[in-house]
């Protein structure tokens, strides 16, 4: 699975942006598919996690309301679409995809996504909120 974001930028607070990942490979093995972010000196955190076979979401608590995770099965595009946006959601934004069954029972069970669960990343897009 090969994955490719695009669609960051700079946007002034309360804006919106959508972030677009490309996806191509073997797409089926992608159970589910989430977003995460690292901000300079922090932790890459789980956002947005969809599981492709029925639909479930998982949204991070600070982002729950404001960010929409959506998927276009036809053309394997995984989309985050952010609206209020905040100075503390700037970010390296990353698509990642995880080949398990379970992942996403995993995320809902836990109330958050960890990073090692997801095989396939992309290369991230800086999103910049000032």
């Known amino acids: 699975v090969q994955l490719v974001e695009s669609g960051g930028g700079s946007v002034q607070a309360g804006g919106s942006l959508r972030l677009t990942c490309a996806v191509s490979g073997n797409t089926r093995s992608a159970y589910c598919m989430g977003w995460f972010r690292q901000a300079p000196g922090k932790e890459r955190e789980g956002i947005a996690a969809?599981?492709?076979?029925?639909?479930?979401?998982y949204y991070e608590d600070s982002v729950k309301g404001r960010f929409t995770i959506s998927l276009d099965k036809g053309n394997n595009l995984l989309y985050l679409r952010m609206t209020d946006l905040k100075p503390e959601d700037s970010a390296v934004y990353y698509c990642?995809?995880?080949?398990?069954?379970?992942?996403?029972?995993?995320?809902?069970?836990?109330?958050?996504?960890?990073?090692?669960?997801?095989?396939?990343w992309g290369q991230g897009t800086q999103v910049t909120v000032s």
């Open positions: 969809l599981y492709t076979m029925a639909g479930s979401s």
């Open positions: 990642a995809a995880a080949d398990g069954r379970g992942v996403m029972a995993g995320i809902l069970a836990l109330g958050g996504m960890v990073a090692e669960e997801f095989g396939y």
